[in-house]
């Protein structure tokens, strides 16, 4: 069975230093690996995907995300934190050849001036 | 990417109504997904639509409760039967992008509140 485990409810970063929320999973077959973001009364807004390639993905915003197979993790990073990154993130994965895609409970990020 | 509009945007609702969200994508696509946000929770799919078949649910999401129409590769209808509390939550459609199904595009939201 898919299943996505964000450990943590909320990161706190000050403004210009680094982030990461983290993201583990399980999937039968190849995953397809992907992160959303939540802003306050608004949809989700696709950050970005890993389905092949190279381990590290660059998306939207400034993210990125890098897959490691071994530890079944895909992370979402950014170099530098702003104060709109603030929103709701969550991790999603998708078995290949399934069409169902399970998504993480979300993890809060507040980024502090 | 696909521009997906729903109505209402938000509604509050008397215990044993029903409500109906619509959903409209500004192309064609084959499949559409409806999901629940229940407050402070992740996203739950109930359902698959595609156009000219029946809804496939999710395990703990009946037909009766959450009945689905699907009547053309743009629209789609989801319906919210005999309200409790319980059922407020945001409720969310989405679509894939293209013939590639990889990420998904999602809906502004329809927020119900049931009193």
């Known amino acids: 069975a898919q299943s996505v485990a964000q450990p943590e409810d909320q990161v706190n970063v000050a403004e210009g230093n680094p982030l990461t929320v983290k993201c583990t999973y399980s999937?039968?077959?190849?995953?397809?690996l992907f992160w959303y973001v939540q802003y306050p009364n608004r949809g989700l807004q696709f950050l970005l995907k890993y389905i092949t390639g190279d381990n590290l993905v660059k998306g939207s915003y400034g993210f990125e995300a890098e897959f490691n197979k071994s530890q079944t993790s895909f992370h979402l990073k950014k170099p530098s934190a702003l104060v709109s990154d603030s929103a709701l993130y969550f991790c999603?994965?998708?078995?290949?050849?399934?069409?169902?895609?399970?998504f993480g409970a979300g993890t809060r990020l507040f980024v502090k001036a | 990417s696909a521009v997906i509009s729903q109505k209402p945007s938000r509604d509050i609702c008397q215990r044993g109504t029903s409500l109906t969200i619509q959903c409209q994508v500004d192309s064609q696509v084959t499949m559409m997904f409806w999901y629940r946000q229940q407050p402070g929770q992740s996203l739950t799919l109930i359902a698959t639509?595609?156009?000219?078949?029946?809804?496939?649910?999710e395990s703990g999401f009946v037909i009766d409760k959450f009945p689905i129409s699907r009547p053309n590769l743009t629209f789609s209808t989801l319906t919210v039967s005999n309200l409790s509390p319980e059922d407020s939550s945001i409720y969310l459609c989405?679509?894939?992008?293209?013939?590639?199904?990889?990420?998904?595009?999602f809906g502004p939201g329809t927020r119900l509140t049931v009193l």
């Open positions: 999937v039968s077959g190849n995953p397809y």
């Open positions: 999603a994965v998708r078995g290949d050849g399934g069409f169902k895609t399970i």
């Open positions: 989405s679509v894939p992008p293209g013939q590639a199904y990889n990420e998904q595009f």
């Open positions: 639509a595609n156009q000219g078949s029946e809804a496939t649910y």
